[in-house]
């Protein structure tokens, strides 16, 4: 067990529809980072916040955004969706703010289909 | 362009036996690199931590090997069992301190372990 939670685990969903994946970050953790992995595919760095901030951005499509609220959980929002947004999104914390050497673990996911 | 490169793309081997698994990285600057096993449907865990100057870590029967100057690291499995079957992805933090820092992310071994 990472200490990184998140919910739902699985979710299926009508194409044009909107959802909401939350995480909760290990205690103590300020910083919380967003993946998508789709099939057979790698991980894709989606958004970066530390302690409410936006840090990052990465490959996030416009329909999809994200905050950290003042107790440390983030919520990843999905709009409009679409068959390819189909995948396994994965929330990871990490204690500092700045990528270093500190070690990012990862939530078990929530899987998401679209229909 | 940043890129991480890891080879085989598969690998199957039977219980008991050894293996190692070999990435490539052209980033710069680097910071540090990471492997991580991930079995499949599940978040990734982190093996090993490597900064420049370190050129192996071992983590139980996972050793990890780093050549900055050929920019290569391996990951070496001793004595397999059947829970090694995951994907090993191999991660290098590029960019100096501070914000500029991202992680690149490599597509992973996929580990079979026969009995």
């Known amino acids: 067990d990472s200490g990184v939670t998140q919910t739902p685990k699985h979710l299926i969903t009508a194409t044009g529809q909107r959802v909401t994946l939350r995480c909760s970050p290990r205690?103590?953790?300020?910083?919380v980072y967003w993946y998508q992995q789709s099939l057979d595919q790698g991980l894709q760095f989606l958004i970066h916040y530390y302690n409410g901030e936006e840090r990052a951005k990465g490959n996030i499509l416009e329909r999809f955004s994200a905050q950290q609220f003042p107790d440390l959980h983030s919520e990843l929002n999905l709009s409009s969706l679409e068959l390819g947004d189909s995948a396994l999104y994965f929330c990871?914390?990490?204690?500092?703010?700045?990528?270093?050497?500190?070690?990012?673990?990862f939530g078990e996911g929530s899987w998401l289909t679209v229909v | 362009k940043n890129q991480v490169e890891q080879s085989p793309q598969s690998l199957i081997i039977l219980e008991g036996k050894n293996c190692t698994l070999q990435c490539n990285y052209t980033v710069s600057p680097f910071s540090n690199l990471r492997w991580y096993k991930q079995d499949t449907g599940r978040g990734p865990v982190s093996l090993t931590i490597m900064t420049f100057s370190e050129n192996t870590k071992s983590n139980g029967r996972y050793t990890a090997t780093l050549d900055a100057d050929t920019k290569q690291s391996s990951l070496h499995i001793t004595a397999s069992q059947l829970s090694d079957s995951a994907s090993y992805i191999c991660v290098v933090s590029a960019g100096n301190a501070g914000n500029n820092r991202k992680l690149i992310w490599g597509l992973g071994t996929s580990l079979a372990v026969n009995p």
């Open positions: 990871a914390s990490s204690a500092m703010g700045a990528i270093s050497g500190n070690t990012i673990y």
């Open positions: 205690s103590g953790d300020l910083s």
